[in-house]
């Protein structure tokens, strides 16, 4: 028998919103409840195998039901925008997987599945409707199945005549009776006011329906039968509301619901585009770096290449033509460069390609081979030269001389394309596709390096496209206005980063495990405090037992719940801390336990038995804004917030015996650039007369004088300031501020009527962005928004907020990039023992001899203050210390 599946897609995605964590793609977009819904859908087409499908969304507020009572779902707050933008990638995402969805103006979801669900039912169909909704048990029968979801949406409650009757002694007809007298408050639907489900069931247990019951309150007593009578009308009303209607004009044919299994070549690159890998691989496809699913047949080979294998033989050939070789290209395996295993590296002109094993390269055969390598005068293009430079090093061979890396441009040219491998931009620029790395080497744990004929031709086929893509980049930065960007500000700063990674940064491993051990008392001291107000040992870790504990033990109320059950992450803990003492000593205990595993344990692991010092890894070309992201480990993440955090930077230690280290922080780079780039005279003011900016923005908004200006109001107006700058909608504001959506909009509003000139910078990059399909920093970095002209207003207003935050957040990290390349300038100019260490966010840190703290500690924020001229003075506050704890 043919099995159709009919989802309530209003109903399942906002359960997937609300039980899923926060998550967003490369690009910035929120896709959690696109994930979780995709994962439910997974899940049910492998456990039902349906042979059709149909997921019915409501089309609008305003339905059929409104004529007659028009506060119908009433009260119901504004669909966040981190919601709303999701709606569409959804209905993508369907499409790409070949299944229907249907809307239809006037209609809720409701009516479009209980129309269908009859329809497949008279037909012979087995149905199974899936929704959160308890509304529709009213469709149920013998052929007709409805699947509530349970726990978020990671479970379902299967619902029969048999568990109806079970679960509320009714028939599925009677649950429309159900909702006239006890009402439901998510579709503002009244009811009787004092009638719950336990004394709805009874009456309708004795009476059988609303009318029947209406219709015996002369045997009833009390203030249920004065309800009853001075509310019978809500309660018919209520009845009609719930009831479904089953008339919806559906433009849907049974082979238009007909679903023939998610097609690799359709879902696999709409799966690319949202980044759900776990998907992909559950999935078990394979897709190309251009976001396409790869199969043999679409698989080109670039003209035969010819490659020569350097060896002792071949050496005077290559030796011949060094000087014309135009791309380099190294191969290595492995996530953390600094321990990657080298394949192998070619070097190539246009017309010949030579591989160089790493074998041959460390002997002393090829001296004139690292000779060239490290010669700075001569110019090297590749691919990556950033992780070649690492890899090199690490088999004491030196890089200089970096002048084009073809995955950096192409980070520049479009940072919001995460498929910058060699793959990704042939097919970018329709250049021949040539076989992917996992079909040359395997991949995962069936990864292995194959005989050097077939890795030297791969990689010369991989150098032969970089020469091609090259010249195609050099036009377009030309074109683009971005040479200066990068030329003089990434490439050199590449090399830099990678100085700064060798270079590394001493930990003090005693320090670091005695830290540890005074966590480990910390955790086990309050373990005990937990333990004896809670009356039980439980596992801490454990979100179900704590949640028991929390909330059936304890009795603390519910504030949100999860897929798993009770909610206790972060925020609902922060809630819920005046209620009960036990609940700070939890939110210490994880904030212990998560330094304890990731920044103690962590960084133990990273520490370099070689050099005693950590070495992370720098990303450039990984966020859209132009920002640095740290690896290996993560030093840019390191807590400051409490003391404890604090605490992991005392082991951070300058590398030399008597030497400081110095950090030098920018203050509030991204509001002094806002108030450059808007003009706004209350913003300018304030920077340029060295106010406090927050307490300035509280004086505005609030219309009070400095004296006047609480610590609330600072932090309110100090959550908005920073809000503004990242694009935080009402509803992001309302949760980082504990207030209502409605307050966070009028504080907001009132933001910007105090601040005109941000509301008109904000107004003018949006008819900028609409314009020209972009918007750039005050260095030219541009950021691509294709969805600024979108039909579809959520895609539309995700744009927005992008266009209006990316020119400060962009202009911020390109101002801290300008500063580390001209400090690397004045360190070698000057000729200066110092060495630059780390970037973290908005701060550099340096290592300095003592002779040279005098000096450095005026001439690092005097470069960081001049990096960049803008309307208003920008800020470098300089601390040093025996550690980077005393340094801050």
């Known amino acids: 028998m043919e099995k159709l599946i009919l989802i309530d897609g209003n109903s399942i995605i906002y359960r997937a919103f609300f039980a899923m964590p926060p ?15 995709t994962n439910m859908l997974l899940r049910l087409i492998q456990e039902e195998k349906p042979s059709h499908i149909l997921v019915a969304f409501d089309a609008g507020k305003e339905t059929f039901r409104h004529e007659g009572y028009k506060d119908y779902k009433g009260g119901r707050e504004k669909t966040p925008h981190e919601l709303s933008e999701q709606f569409p990638l959804m209905r993508e995402l369907l499409e790409s997987f070949g299944i229907a969805w249907f809307e239809l103006s006037g209609y809720e979801a409701d009516d479009i599945i209980g129309t269908i669900s009859k329809k497949g039912e008279e037909s012979g169909r087995q149905v199974l409707i899936v929704t959160g909704d308890k509304d529709m048990l009213q469709v149920v029968s013998d052929n007709v199945k409805v699947a509530l979801t349970r726990k978020g949406i990671s479970e379902v409650e299967p619902y029969g005549p048999k568990e109806i009757e079970e679960r509320y002694g009714l028939r599925p007809e009677q649950i429309i009776d159900l909702k006239g007298l006890m009402g439901d408050t998510s579709d503002n639907i009244p009811g009787v006011p004092g009638i719950g489900e336990k004394t709805a069931l009874k009456l309708l247990h004795q009476y059988g ?66 980044e759900f890998k776990s998907l992909l691989e559950r999935l078990d496809f394979t897709v190309g770096t251009a976001g396409e699913a790869t199969s043999d047949s679409n698989v080109q080979s670039l003209t035969e290449v010819d490659v020569t294998i350097v060896d002792t033989a071949t050496l005077p050939e290559l030796k011949e033509l060094l000087p014309q ?23 190539s002109t246009p017309e010949r390609h030579f591989f160089v094993p790493f074998d041959f390269l460390k002997s002393k055969e090829a001296e004139v ?8 005068s001569v110019p090297k293009r590749g691919y990556d030269l950033h992780r070649a430079d690492l890899v090199l090093h690490w088999l004491g061979i030196t890089l200089a001389g970096e002048e084009h890396d073809v995955q950096l441009a192409a980070y520049l040219l479009d940072p919001t394309d995460n498929n910058q491998t060699t793959s990704g931009l042939a097919a970018k620029y329709k250049l021949p596709i040539i076989a992917s790395d996992e079909e040359v080497y395997g991949k ?31 036009n377009e930065l030309e074109k683009n206005e971005m040479n200066r ?21 001493a930990v003090n491993r005693d320090d670091l495990i005695q830290l540890g051990k005074e966590f480990e008392s910390q955790i086990a001291k309050l373990m005990k405090q937990i333990y004896e107000i809670a009356g039980l040992e439980f596992n801490l870790n454990s979100p179900k037992q704590l949640g028991e504990v929390l909330f059936d033990k304890l009795g603390m109320p519910v504030m949100k719940k999860t897929k798993t ?23 210490d205990y994880r904030q212990l336990a998560k330094l304890q595993s990731t920044y103690v344990e962590g960084l133990l692991k990273e520490i370099s038995p070689i050099t005693g010092k950590v070495h992370t890894y720098y990303r450039q070309t990984i966020a859209a804004t132009g920002r640095l992201s740290s690896q290996f480990p993560n030093l840019q993440n390191i807590p400051i917030r409490m003391e404890e955090g604090r605490k992991i930077r005392k082991v951070f230690v300058p590398s ?38 927050h307490t300035k923005t509280a004086m505005d908004v609030f219309g009070v004088s400095a004296d006047q200006v609480d610590s609330n109001m600072r932090r309110s107006a100090k959550a908005v300031n920073f809000g503004i700058v990242y694009g935080i909608s009402d509803y992001g504001l309302s949760q980082n501020l504990n207030i209502t959506r409605k307050e966070a909009a009028q504080f907001i509003e009132k933001y910007f009527q105090a601040f005109g000139g941000v509301r008109r910078y904000m107004d003018d990059i949006v008819l900028e962005a609409k314009r020209d399909g972009y918007v750039k920093t005050l260095l030219e970095r541009r950021r691509y928004l294709p969805e600024i002209n979108a039909s579809n207003f959520n895609i539309r207003s995700f744009a927005e907020r992008t266009a209006m935050n990316t020119p400060i957040q962009g202009t911020a990290a390109d101002i801290i990039k300008l500063a580390m390349v001209l400090m690397d300038e004045a360190l070698k100019k000057q000729g200066l023992k110092s060495r630059m260490l780390l970037q973290v966010h908005d701060e550099l840190v340096f290592e300095v001899p003592p002779e040279e703290m005098d000096i450095m500690s005026k001439l690092v924020p005097e470069i960081m203050g001049q990096a960049l001229p803008l309307s208003v003075p920008l800020k470098a506050e300089v601390s040093s210390g025996l550690n980077w704890y005393e340094a801050k």
Not at 226 to 234: G, Q, S
Not at 369 to 376: E, K, M, P, Q, S
Not at 662 to 687: C, M, N, P, T, W
């Open 369 to 376: 081979i690292v000779a060239w390598l490290g010669d700075a």
């Open 444 to 474: 995962g744990a069936k990864f292995k390096v194959p005989d050097q004929e077939i890795l030297s031709k791969h990689l010369a086929r991989k150098a032969q496209l970089l020469l091609q893509i090259m010249e195609l980049q050099r």
């Open 209 to 274: 329906s609303v009318e029947e019951v209406l219709a015996h309150t002369d045997e009833m007593k009390g203030k249920m039968k004065e309800n009853l009578v001075n509310h019978a009308e809500d309660a018919r009303m209520s009845k009609k509301l719930a009831t479904i209607f089953y008339e919806v004009p559906v433009e849907r044919s049974w082979e238009d619901m007909a679903f023939a299994g998610v097609q690799e070549d359709k879902a696999a690159p709409m799966l690319h585009r949202l």
């Open 565 to 587: 059950g009770y909610s206790t992450d972060a925020e609902v803990l922060e809630k819920l801390a005046p209620y009960h003492e036990i609940v700070q000593y939890i939110l």
């Open 23 to 37: 998550l967003t793609n490369s690009k910035g977009l929120h896709t959690n409840a696109v994930y979780g819904f």
């Open 656 to 693: 030399e015996e008597g030497w400081f280290i110095l950090a030098a922080d920018y203050s509030q780079i991204e509001l002094r650039v806002l108030a450059h780039i808007s003009e706004d005279e209350g913003l300018q003011e304030a920077f340029l007369h060295d106010l406090d900016i």
């Open 485 to 505: 960007l990068f030329y003089e500000l990434e490439m050199p700063l590449s090399r830099i980063l990678a100085d700064m990674e060798k270079q590394g940064v």
């Open 325 to 347: 070789i135009e791309m380099m290209y190294v191969e290595s395996y492995g996530d953390n460069p600094h321990h990657a295993i080298a394949m192998g590296m070619t070097l």
